[in-house]
C-alpha cells in the first residue's frame, strides 16, 4: 500500500507515471526526467519551471550551437552529431552542486558500438564525447567541449563563480 502511494506520490509530483519513464533526483531541487519516448527534460522544483532538453527525435532542443565551442569539438574525432545536436549515444546530467552541474554528449560511440554478436561490422574509433556545465535555468554556462578530470575541475569553479552573479 505504502509503494503505490509513493508511486501516485511521484507521478503528481514529477507528472510523469513509472510507465512513462524515470525521474531522477539531481539535488538542488533538480529533477531529471527521461521519458520511454526518450525525450530528457530538466525541472527546477523551486522555479516551478521545466525545459526539455532532448526530445524523442534526440534531437537537443534545449541547447543551442552557441552552447558548443566549436573551435574544440571539430579537432575531435567525429563531431558531425554536435553540428546537428543530435544525442543518439547519450547525453546525461550529472548531480548539481553550487548551482551547476557537469553535462555530457556523447557525439560518437567507439567502434565496438557497431560489431554484431560475431564481432563483425565494428570501426577503427574512440568515443567522442563533450562536456559543458550547465545552471538550474537550463543554461549552459561553460560550452560543450573535451575536457580531462583537471579541466572539468577547473571549469566547474568557473561555472561556480559565473552563477553566483
Known amino acids: 500500500m505504502l509503494e503505490g502511494l509513493k508511486r501516485v506520490f511521484r507521478s503528481?509530483?514529477?507528472?510523469?507515471?513509472?510507465?512513462?519513464?524515470?525521474?531522477?533526483?539531481?539535488?538542488?531541487?533538480?529533477?531529471?526526467?527521461?521519458t520511454n519516448g526518450g525525450e530528457i527534460i530538466l525541472e527546477n522544483t523551486a522555479a516551478c519551471k521545466k525545459i526539455t532538453i532532448k526530445n524523442k527525435d534526440n534531437v537537443l532542443t534545449g541547447i543551442q550551437l552557441s552552447d558548443i565551442d566549436f573551435d574544440k569539438v571539430d579537432l575531435l574525432e567525429n563531431p558531425q552529431n554536435a553540428h546537428k545536436l543530435?544525442?543518439?549515444?547519450?547525453f546525461g546530467i550529472e548531480t548539481f552542486i553550487n548551482g551547476v552541474?557537469?553535462?555530457?554528449?556523447?557525439?560518437?560511440?567507439d567502434g565496438r558500438y557497431f560489431e554484431d554478436e560475431d564481432g563483425f561490422g565494428g570501426e577503427a574509433c574512440n568515443e567522442t564525447t563533450v562536456y559543458a556545465f550547465m545552471d538550474t535555468q537550463g543554461k549552459v554556462v561553460i560550452p560543450f567541449q573535451d575536457m580531462s578530470g583537471e579541466e572539468k575541475n577547473h571549469y566547474r569553479k568557473m561555472a561556480e563563480e559565473a552563477v553566483k552573479g
Open 12 to 34: 503528481f509530483i514529477t507528472g510523469i507515471s513509472e510507465s512513462e519513464g524515470a525521474s531522477l533526483y539531481k539535488g538542488e531541487g533538480m529533477l531529471v526526467h527521461q
Open 86 to 90: 543530435i544525442a543518439d549515444y547519450g
Open 101 to 109: 552541474a557537469l553535462v555530457w554528449w556523447t557525439l560518437y560511440p
